[in-house]
């Protein structure tokens, strides 16, 4: 997709641009810099972003000199109204001014949510981030267990059921997911933010076999809950990618019971690892997956610009599907 041309001049009076195509390899390794030391394999990946037609750059935007771009940053257009933003690279003197352009042409797009990933101790650029327009808004843990056949933690009482989501209309499922996310812990900043729908739709982004392996939690006759699974065969795992509870069934057991669930199933089909990510903050899930096995292999902070002006018709209470 060719950009359009687009223009923005900052308070220091920076002038921001669309990049033109000739400098396109040029910004892109400015901003791969950013993420990583540049490999032979990440020069590789850029040359094979440039060949496709299907990328949308009208969200590259850079400072001009006179042969090259002076700094770059990206908001990459993703499906359902977000988009991943690149980073200017280390010790870009136009990164604020870069960062401010980017949520001025985010907004202008209708664009709701734009994030970024960064690892934990990134302490100069969380700093340029939250003071131009991207606060951390949720420290992701990245969790796994062994797949398991037989239950680690049995439970008494009622037991649950699940049916597959195509035994269901859509409408059904996302209605329930929208109770479910009824008080979630899961990234409080992002209510409102989005449809139980749209958030959905960003859970099958995330999934190319979704939705192979979506379930509906019910007991004693009763829809209860969600849960969600994605495999990744290539990987040889599988990943818990959402559970939940509407609230009248938290607090009983029957999480556990979802949660073994999800284990047996991926021991089934003959995968070793279970892998997941949980909000730091939602303590009792961190409860319920350590008790099952799950043990911390690593962390982030999700930074991120959320457009509060723009608020979905009939919106979702919380941001599960949104976030990496």
């Keep these: 997709m060719e950009p359009q041309t687009f223009s923005y001049t900052a308070e220091t009076g920076s002038r921001i641009v669309t990049c033109p195509v000739p400098w396109r390899r040029k910004a892109l390794m400015q901003l791969a810099a950013a993420q990583t030391a540049q490999s032979d394999a990440d020069v590789a990946a850029i040359e094979q972003l440039l060949e496709r037609e299907d990328v949308d750059w009208r969200g590259l935007l850079i400072t001009?000199?006179?042969?090259?771009?002076?700094?770059?940053?990206?908001?990459?257009?993703?499906?359902?109204k977000e988009?991943?933003?690149?980073?200017?690279?280390?010790?870009?003197s136009n990164a604020p001014d870069l960062l401010s352009a980017a949520i001025y042409w985010a907004r202008g797009q209708g664009i709701r949510l734009v994030k970024t990933v960064l690892e934990v101790g990134?302490?100069?650029t969380a700093a340029l981030l939250t003071a131009n327009g991207f606060p951390a808004v949720v420290c992701l843990h990245y969790l796994?267990?062994?797949?398991?056949?037989?239950?680690?933690?049995?439970?008494?009482?009622?037991?649950?059921t699940f049916t597959h989501v195509s035994e269901i209309t859509f409408e059904h499922f996302a209605a329930l997911f929208e109770r479910v996310e009824e008080g979630s812990k899961d990234c409080p900043e992002l209510?409102?933010?989005?449809?139980?729908?749209?958030?959905?739709?960003g859970f099958q982004r995330q999934d190319a076999h979704a939705p192979a392996q979506w379930y509906l939690v019910r007991c004693e006759g009763e829809d209860a809950g969600v849960l969600l699974l994605a495999p990744h065969p290539e990987a040889g795992n599988w990943e818990l990618?959402?559970?939940?509870?509407?609230?009248?069934?938290?607090?009983?057991?029957?999480?556990?019971?979802?949660?073994?669930?999800?284990?047996?199933?991926?021991?089934?089909?003959?995968?070793?690892?279970?892998?997941?990510?949980?909000?730091?903050?939602?303590?009792?899930?961190?409860q319920l997956y350590e008790q099952a096995g799950f043990k911390v292999q690593a962390s982030c902070v999700v930074h991120a610009w959320i457009d509060a002006s723009a608020t979905a018709a009939n919106p979702s209470p919380g941001g599960a599907g949104l976030l990496p």
Excluded: I
């Excluded at 988009?83 to 870009?92: I, K, T, V, Y």
């Excluded at 056949?149 to 439970?155: C, L």
């Excluded at 209510?191 to 739709?201: D, S, Y």
């Design 64 to 80: 001009p000199d006179e042969s090259e771009p002076n700094g770059a940053v990206w908001v990459e257009v993703l499906p359902g």
């Design 83 to 92: 988009a991943n933003l690149w980073l200017p690279q280390p010790g870009c």
């Design 122 to 124: 990134e302490h100069s």
């Design 144 to 160: 796994s267990a062994p797949a398991q056949a037989e239950e680690n933690s049995p439970v008494a009482g009622s037991r649950a």
């Design 191 to 201: 209510q409102g933010t989005f449809t139980a729908q749209e958030a959905l739709m």
């Design 241 to 286: 990618m959402y559970m939940g509870l509407v609230p009248a069934w938290r607090g009983r057991g029957l999480g556990r019971q979802v949660v073994n669930e999800a284990l047996r199933r991926a021991a089934k089909a003959g995968v070793d690892e279970v892998l997941l990510a949980v909000d730091e903050r939602n303590t009792p899930a961190r």
